[in-house]
């Protein structure tokens, strides 16, 4: 993991609508890798947004009744915005592709490019279709239809435009694949963009006539065309972090650790985006690395769609499901859960209220909700509401004739959690907490099967200390780990242990891995039941 700096992006969304289900969860995987990141003590910058240059926004405000579409775009980026507020993501900023900062490394940009003799005017026809916002090829079309939005007529383009010389960047990229496998994830993305940019990937129109596209940014010295969305959208990536404004601030924080995105937009982020870093890096050299190669960003994550109810998000089925009623249901970190532990990342899945209230009841009531909450009143109750007094050491051995690994059985798990989040495969690290064997929830509650504290005690007092402050600091470790998924029922565990989870979080993970950083004495504060039966 560089430890230097981590700097995550979300796409920027269309403000033609409000948030879906879909739409939160990249933002939520983004979230939990940046307060993983964070937790690890890595300066981490987390950036979302709103793509505002667009047709198809256009076509909203005057569907809503909205003249003014600046005010519309105002209106619907203030909602996506306070959505994410109100479901606690962490984001460090929000970019709007309408602000001045924006438009400012847009225009430092497209000079680069046009500096590097990649920029040309020619004239163009060819389909276009408005839900992709992408020209179309012949073979990009199934019967004549755009594939993605078989009901929506492509729109014919016969104009003069300004043309980015694309082709001229196909062996590097196909060199780029080669050479840095990681920068396409997940690996089943690979052929594909590979396969793309062999037989697909050509000079790309940039820019539409003003007098057909009224909203969108002038192009540099040519007010008579607008840049093309695609190509202003993904500069974004670069002017929230100064490109065009803070020269400072870019090379801090660029090129970007991660790009999450939905599988539909790979193309533009796979090949469009690092082939115009390599146009504009020849004659910028802020985009130069110091052997004078591009800086591109270092990975692109592209995960996969999923369905609701077994059916496609469509607006005409009326089934897009909306995060904050949600989180008015479910408290929301089960939601986290659920969407972050039910489909494996970077492949297609489902999403329903069904299987979430199953996981809720099972994993999180049973398993994790019921395991802290008994351990935690047996230990009050039994040991005058403090954390047992017992030899620490002792307590993280393996035990015998159970199923418990004790602090090596943790140490084990730390171990996979740290692949997992390099991986950014956060349902594995969720399944190697749950199911693995040795030290994960599931042996803990098997260990207290085996050993009945609430027996045992009668029995052998000090043996069901040290029982109960294997739990209680397993409990402990167990939060930590899915503090970046659920940082609200980790601070609420960490709190009914007697700890502050601030104090606490300032002490750096390797301290928080340690076994040993519960210590026997400590007042527990039993608190609410971690994960109420929910009301139908």
Not at 134 to 142: I, S
Not at 191 to 205: H, P
Not at 412 to 428: F, M, N, P, T, Y
Request: glycine content about 6%; proline content about 5%.
């Amino acid at each position: 993991m560089d430890k230097r700096k981590f700097y995550i992006t979300t796409p920027i969304y269309y403000v033609n609508d409000k948030p879906h289900v879909g739409s939160a969860y990249t933002t939520i995987a983004a979230d939990a890798l940046a307060r993983a990141h964070r937790l690890r003590q890595i300066p981490t910058y987390f950036l979302t947004g709103t793509d505002e240059n667009s047709q198809k926004n256009l076509e909203a405000a005057a569907k809503a009744g909205v003249d003014d579409l600046q005010a519309y775009l105002d209106s619907m980026a203030e909602v996506w915005k306070r959505t994410w507020r109100e479901l606690g993501i962490s984001f460090d900023d929000f970019i709007r592709t309408t602000e001045e900062r924006h438009h400012r490394g847009v225009e430092r940009f497209w000079r680069a490019v046009e500096k590097s003799g990649d920029i040309n005017k020619a004239t163009y026809e060819r389909e276009y279709c408005v839900g992709c916002e992408e020209f179309k090829t012949p073979t990009d079309l199934l019967d004549g239809k755009c594939p993605l939005h078989p009901n929506r007529p492509l729109e014919k383009v016969s104009e003069e435009n300004y043309f980015f010389r694309a082709s001229n960047y196909k062996q590097q990229l196909l060199d780029l694949y080669r050479d840095k496998p990681e920068f396409v994830q997940p690996q089943s993305r690979q052929n594909e963009i590979r396969s793309y940019v062999e037989s697909a990937f050509d000079d790309l129109s940039i820019s539409r006539e003003s007098k057909k596209l009224s909203c969108g940014i002038p192009v540099p010295g040519d007010d008579s065309q607008r840049i093309y969305v695609w190509f202003d959208a993904l500069i974004n990536y670069m002017t929230a972090v100064g490109y065009g404004t803070d020269d400072e601030m870019f090379r801090k924080w660029w090129p970007a650790s991660l790009h999450l995105v939905g599988k539909d937009i790979i193309k533009f982020h796979c090949a469009l985006w690092p082939a115009m870093i390599m146009s504009a890096a020849k004659s910028d050299g802020l985009l130069q690395a110091e052997d004078g190669s591009a800086l591109l960003p270092e990975r692109v994550y592209a995960h996969g769609f999923f369905t609701i109810d077994g059916q496609k998000i469509s607006k005409s089925l009326g089934n897009a499901v909306d995060p904050l009623d949600l989180a008015k249901k479910y408290p929301f970190d089960a939601v986290r859960y659920f969407l972050l532990r039910e489909i494996p990342f970077g492949e297609d899945g489902d999403f329903s209220t069904k299987r979430l209230e199953e996981r809720y009841a099972s994993d999180l009531g049973n398993r994790l909700g019921n395991l802290v909450n008994r351990v935690i009143a047996m230990s009050a109750k039994y040991f005058d509401g403090k954390v047992p007094q017992t030899d620490v050491e002792a307590a993280g051995e393996g035990m015998d004739d159970t199923v418990w690994d004790g602090a090596e059985g943790l140490a084990g798990l730390w171990s996979e959690a740290e692949k997992h989040i390099e991986a950014a495969r956060l349902d594995l690290l969720l399944d190697q907490v749950w199911n693995s064997d040795g030290a994960s929830l599931t042996a803990a509650n098997k260990l207290v099967e085996q050993t009945q504290p609430f027996k045992l005690f009668k029995e052998d007092p000090e043996k069901t200390a040290i029982v109960l402050y294997a739990l209680l600091e397993a409990c402990r470790q167990y939060a930590w780990m899915v503090e970046p998924i659920m940082p609200n029922v980790a601070n609420g565990i960490i709190r009914q242990l007697g700890q502050d989870p601030d104090v606490e979080k300032a002490k750096g993970i390797e301290e928080l891995k340690k076994w040993g950083g519960l210590v026997p004495g400590t007042e527990l504060h039993p608190g609410e039941v971690l994960f109420p039966r929910l009301i139908s």
